[in-house]
Each structure stands twice: as structure tokens, then as C-alpha cells.
């Protein structure tokens, strides 16, 4: 792949204007010295949604098989929502380990759901031999040009929503909704990925220095839990990302309760942990530095939080 990077602002331009308002705009909101940007409020209950419509909006026709992919559980749901708004039969293969939650989001929205003992690697070695098979399009959660520029319509929209701040903190999976950010943001202001402990495969690309496997396990595995950065996603986060820290299980539960204390938001354990990075002390800003924090995901079971 080439040194530069896959995604330029211009690509996320022209997503915006592709994805136009099937994708909510979704608010900003105070948090003390912090600004959330409450995605989880997105069409599915998570940010996929925008790269979902995008990378399909892409296509200039769709096979008569429709859409296949494979997914923890944010993604499936945020195809299976696509497809129907389009009338595109859609399928979807997901892990064992995901909350069974995960698995009703995307079956509300008419998807058919195949579940794959193990994590999201096993169910998409399954959902390629059932593409093989099918003819179906495959769409990747993360590791493709357009499902990234999708990804960055979110920044964008930050843009128009605060003016002048220092950071943006995001929690990164596969990479793709990170390497969105900074696609958009580039240089112009410090981005900071978040992983947990125990599938941290962004940090451990850059310090390879190239995108590595790495064990996948713990509390957000569902939805941060990919085993090796995509290839798109790198081509990006190489250049832009200016911090990849890590959070463990306990500093997210406490964000996801703070979260529920503080404003009543049912969010995934994925969805609290660029909070959790700043709780937590694994990124501490400057006095003055102004900091705003994606809160990316609400599938989760609400007893889990709020009990």
C-alpha cells in the first residue's frame, strides 16, 4: 500500500453529501471542562451507521445476493438498518461472545444472523466462505476507503459544532472510525485513540511500526476487539494519530456508570472508553487544553449499568 494516506478530507466531503441526512446529527453536549459528542445516539445506537450508508451508497450496483458482512455487533446492526432502508437483503455473521442484545438490534432490522463460536476474526473467516458462496457484496466493518470516509462525516460534523478546541479523543477497534477522525482533522488537532488492555491493536501497530496480530479478550471485546488494524485504517492512523493509550475493564465500567449518573445514557462498555482514558489518568490534558470526548456506542444490555 501506498505511504499516503486512503482517506483525505475531500473523500469525506463527498460521504457527506452521499450519506446526506439518512444519517442523524447527532448533539454535542458539556461535561465540565469536556464536550461529548453523543454518536451513540445514532440511527443502529452507534457511529457505524455513517460508513455502513456510504460504502454501500458507493457501489454503482448491488449483486441480487445484497449485502454480507461480518460483525461484534455495532456494525451487523448498522448494515442490517442500511439494508433496509435500501430493501437490500442483508447477512450477517457474528461471534459467540457478543451480548445476545447485539444479536436483537440486527435482527429488528431484518437481517439474517449467523452465529460463529469464538471472536469477530472467527465469524469473518465464516462470512468470507459464505461470500464465496453467495455473491453477496461483502462489506468490511472497517477496512475499507469508503466505510472510512463514512466514519469521518462524524468529524465533520464536530467541526460545525465546536470551534477551536485541542483533542479529540476516540476509542479504536479496527481502526476504522479513528482512522476517519483523523482523516478529517489531519494536523489540526491532537488525536488520541483508546483501546482497552486486552485488545490494544492500534497501539501495537505503531510501536511495530506496522500493523500486527494481537490477543483479543475483556469487557469491550465485542466492539473493540479486532485482532490486527486494517490496512485502510493504518494508512491514516500512521500519520495522524498523535497518542494510542489503554483502559482497563474497571476504569470503563466506572465511565459507562458516570455516564448513567450523570445524564442517564445506557452506553457500551466500547462506547465509555475514551472517557475512561481521561477518568482513568491514561490521558491527562493540559490546564487549559480543550477536549472533546466521542461517546460512540449504546448497545448494551441496561442492567448492566444502571442495577
Known sequence: ???????????????????????????????????????LLQHAGSFKTRGAFNRVLSEASLPAAGLITASGGNHGAALSYVGSQLGVATEVFMPSTSPAIKRANIERFGAAVTVIEGYYDDAQQAANERQQQSGALMIHPYDHPATVAGQGTMSREIDEQVGGFDTLIVATGGGGFMAGQAAWFRDRVRIVSVEPETSQCLRA???????????????AADSLGAKRLGAVPWSIVRHFVDEAVVVSDDDIRSAQRELW?????????????ALAALRAGAYVPALAERVVVVVCGSNCDPATIAA
Open 205 to 219: 501497530a505503531k510501536l511495530a511500526g506496522e500493523p500486527v496480530d494481537v490477543p483479543v479478550s475483556g469487557l
Open 261 to 273: 449518573d450523570e445524564f442517564r445514557l445506557i452506553v457500551e462498555p466500547g462506547g465509555a472508553a
Open 1 to 39: 500500500m501506498s505511504n499516503e494516506p486512503a482517506v483525505t478530507p475531500d473523500d469525506i466531503e463527498r460521504a457527506a453529501e452521499r450519506i446526506g441526512d439518512r444519517a442523524r446529527r447527532t448533539p454535542v453536549i458539556e461535561h465540565g471542562p469536556l464536550t461529548l459528542k453523543l454518536e
